[in-house]
T-cell receptor, first 119, second 114 residues
């Protein structure tokens, strides 16, 4: 079974400060990992994804995440927070890889982390 | 670029009433999903359809039914609405064959059951 834990339901930073949102996953096979962002009253949009091509993944709006197998982590970072980054962020995992390298199955989401950015 | 379109965006029901949430995607994806989002609980999968002609239960299927009408459309029906079904519902689609299968989401349908 796959699962995701996001540490901290709320994170608050000052504008210009480092953003660090934590995600740990559980998977018995190599996973696909994702970070999504949800702005108020909107759907979720993909920030970045890990597909095993590179452990450091760059996404939109200067976000990046590093896959660390030994720590089963996929933390999201941004060097300098902007007011427009205020949103809820979700980490998600997909496993259940089938034969021949194809994947099937469902995404499992973490509980979400609300990021607040102070001026 | 429509992507995933959900209707209606807002709905208020009385307990016991029925309704159907409609979802359509124009990305030629094989897989479609219905999630509900509640504060502090993240997204929970209600039902999904891995491909046209198949549907499967997710984590919280009780009180819901789905229909995969064709490759584009996937509807969610509440037969007898209950206050516990007050939530925001998201439809999503993906192409999971040969790739990571990221989800593409609609904008959500806010349902209130009185």
């Amino acid at each position: 079974a796959q699962s995701v834990t996001q540490l901290g339901s709320h994170v608050s930073v000052s504008e210009g400060a480092l953003v660090l949102l934590r995600c740990n996953y559980s998977s018995s096979v190599p996973p696909y990992l994702f970070w999504y962002v949800q702005y108020p009253n909107q759907g979720l949009q993909l920030l970045l994804k890990y597909t095993s091509a590179a452990t450091l993944v760059k996404g939109i709006n200067d976000f990046e995440a590093e896959f660390k197998k030994s720590e089963t982590s996929f933390h999201l970072t941004k060097p300098s927070a902007h007011m427009s980054d205020a949103a809820e962020y979700f980490c998600a995992v997909r496993t259940n890889r089938g034969a021949g390298g194809t994947s099937y199955g469902k995404l499992t989401f973490g509980q979400g982390t609300i990021l607040t950015v102070h001026p | 670029n429509a992507g995933v379109t959900q209707t209606p965006k807002f709905q208020v029901l009385k307990t016991g009433q029925s309704m159907t949430l409609q979802c359509a995607q124009d990305m030629n994806h094989n897989s479609m999903y219905w999630y509900r989002q509640d504060p502090g609980m993240g997204l929970r999968l209600i039902y999904y359809s891995a491909s046209e002609g198949t549907t499967d239960k997710g984590e919280v299927p009780n009180g819901y039914n789905v229909s995969r009408l064709n490759k584009r459309e996937f509807s969610l029906r509440l037969e007898s609405a209950a206050p516990s079904q007050t939530s925001v519902y998201f439809c999503a689609s993906s192409e999971i064959r040969g790739g990571p299968g990221e989800l593409f989401f609609g904008e959500g349908s806010r349902l209130t059951v009185l």
